[in-house]
């Protein structure tokens, strides 16, 4: 899909901001949804599809060992979604040069 850089820095910003609040409040609820249908959603669209499979297997792949584990993998999540935002900032910063 060809979607200028700005959109989707602007979409990833919420979505980090979303999930971030929702792990403070350890709403699983929220993170799972969050997770399979706005992280995957925002990957594929931005190219990354491996962080669209990682949301993926987060949520579809057999039942979570614990909650600690769910979270933990959460907390991955988050940290590959803010390695994107570097990728994405670095694009956008190109574009505009």
Known sequence: MNTSPAP???GLEDLLGELQYARRNDDLGRLALLAY???????????EDALAEQATVLVTHSPQVSREAFLNQVDGLIVEL???YGRV??????ARN
């Open 82 to 84: 803010e390695e994107a």
């Open 8 to 10: 989707i820095q602007l």
């Open 89 to 94: 900032t670095n694009t956008c910063a190109c």
């Open 37 to 47: 249908c706005e992280v995957r959603r925002w990957a594929r669209v931005a190219g």
